[in-house]
């Protein structure tokens, strides 16, 4: 069974950082893209980053220049370091692959249980 698996998520006073990690683990042939998303109480889940198979970043405005993904493609781990946090940074973090689990299959998102981050004085 495939899964993601975060870690890393806990509270931090504004200007703290943080790092989140993910595991994707099961049937995997190859993981196109992974990244994360969060979504804040009373709104809709959003991209935070993406970091494709080849290393190309994509990042939220909101968050660029203060947060890096990085991937081990050996691993199949995904990493968000998250510098310089804002209180609209609270959110809970949900890992996202999109993820190959078969020959000839194609590519289908999963999603992680999602961890809380809390960013408050």
């Known amino acids: 069974q495939l899964q993601l698996v975060e870690s890393g998520g806990g509270l931090v006073q504004p200007g703290g950082s943080l790092r989140l990690s993910c595991a994707a683990s099961?049937?995997?042939?190859?993981?196109?893209?992974m990244g994360w998303y969060r979504q804040a109480p009373g709104k809709q889940r959003e991209l935070v980053a993406t970091v494709s198979y080849g290393g190309s970043a994509n990042y939220a405005d909101s968050v660029q220049g203060r947060f890096t993904i990085s991937r081990d493609n050996a691993k199949n781990t995904v990493d968000l370091q998250m510098n310089s946090l804002k209180p609209e940074d609270a959110a809970v973090y949900y890992c996202y692959g999109k993820i190959v689990t078969g020959w000839f299959k194609p590519a289908e998102d999963h999603w992680g249980q999602g961890t809380q981050v809390t960013v408050s004085s």
């Open positions: 099961g049937s995997i042939t190859r993981i196109v893209d």
